[in-house]
């Protein structure tokens, strides 16, 4: 069974950091292209950061340079580095196996003064 747990999200300031990770069970992360999604209050969900099977990364134009996709592959999980953060950062944040359709519950990020 494909199951994606996430976690790492809180409340930061302006300029802040976050780490989130997503650890899959039920498949290898590093045999399939990863993906992180965010849905800001109001908004449809975005894709913000994929890695694919061979590490090859991909970013919305929104986040490059502040945000940063990685995995490991014995911990089977894939990590989301969210650096400068920005108000409009604020999401709930999730991991995503296309493959497999299969999201995460999602990991709010909040980002206020």
């Known amino acids: 069974q494909v199951q994606l747990v996430e976690s790492g999200g809180g409340l930061v300031q302006p300029g802040g950091s976050l780490r989130l990770s997503c650890t899959a069970s039920?498949?290898?992360?590093?045999?399939?292209?990863m993906r992180w999604c965010r849905q800001a209050p109001g908004s449809g969900r975005e894709v913000v950061a994929s890695?694919?099977?061979?590490?090859?990364?991909y970013y919305a134009d929104s986040v490059k340079g502040r945000f940063t996709i990685s995995r490991d592959n014995i911990k089977n999980t894939v990590y989301l580095q969210i650096n400068s953060l920005q108000l409009e950062d604020t999401a709930v944040y999730y991991c995503?196996?296309?493959?497999?359709?299969?999201w995460g519950q999602g990991t709010l990020v909040t980002v206020s003064a």
């Open positions: 995503n196996a296309p493959a497999f359709d299969a």
């Open positions: 039920g498949f290898t992360v590093s045999s399939r292209t």
């Open positions: 890695i694919n099977s061979t590490g090859g990364t």
